[in-house]
């Protein structure tokens, strides 16, 4: 079983409808889990933090927490043709330091 | 401005030769951290770093090696022995307990 996992995609969405991405992980004491937006041939751009149970915010983005079940997810609301990426899932396991690990994508592809 | 720097961006590397990605922070972070990303998946961890002076193997060290001698630097070499070395390399740092933040990468190819 792999560490954090994530379907690979692509997950195709309409213009304007909501994306909604899984990612389950192993290490039930893990603390910290974010959402990385790759581009194709760019680096990872942060674009999530989430620490403790529930939802949190940020524009069109919300992130969903269940430490309980061990997922943790991301919602894409409005999607938008720019929103077309890999999002990676990462997570801080206990008693990792600052090391993260990552799950092997989703590709998501926003259609107009 | 503020950043993690990379270069270069794309690097050939001929058979039976060592090549040096630069990394350079000026976040002044105390962590830095090698990735490799093959096509299609995921972030494998290759060195990390917590601190000048000391750093420590990830999951995929073999091949390669690491120098801190600078808090704002941490060069990965890639040595002759990593047979299959074409992938993009990514460099982060972080603070601690914060998330880490990636420079634009390098790209590395075989001639």
């Known amino acids: 079983q792999k560490e954090v996992e994530q379907n690979s995609g692509p997950l195709s969405v309409p213009e304007g409808a909501i994306a909604s991405l899984n990612c389950t992980y192993s290490d039930r004491g893990s603390q910290s889990f974010f959402w990385y937006r790759q581009y194709s041939g760019k680096s990872p751009e942060l674009i999530m933090s989430?620490?403790?149970?529930g939802d949190k915010e940020d524009g069109r983005f919300t992130a969903q927490l269940n430490k309980a079940s061990q997922y943790v997810s991301l919602l894409i609301r409005d999607s938008q043709p720019s929103d077309s990426a890999t999002y990676l899932c990462a997570v801080r396991p206990k008693a990792a330091g600052n090391k993260l690990t990552f799950g092997g994508g989703t590709r998501v592809l926003v259609k107009p | 401005d503020g950043g993690i720097t990379q270069s270069p961006k794309y690097l050939f590397r001929k058979e039976g030769q060592n090549v040096t990605l630069s990394c350079e922070q000026n976040l002044n972070h105390d962590a830095m951290y090698w990735y490799r990303q093959d096509p299609g998946q995921g972030l494998r961890l290759i060195y990390y770093?917590?601190?000048?002076?000391?750093?420590q193997k990830g999951d995929i060290a073999e091949g390669y090696s690491v120098s801190r001698e600078k808090k704002e630097s941490f060069p990965l070499t890639v040595t002759s022995a990593q047979k299959n070395p074409t992938a993009f390399y990514l460099c982060?740092?972080?603070?601690?307990?914060?998330?880490?933040?990636f420079g634009d990468g390098t790209r590395l190819s075989i001639l």
């Open positions: 989430i620490y403790s149970n």
């Open positions: 982060a740092s972080t603070l601690t307990g914060f998330p880490q933040h």
């Open positions: 770093s917590q601190i000048v002076n000391d750093f």
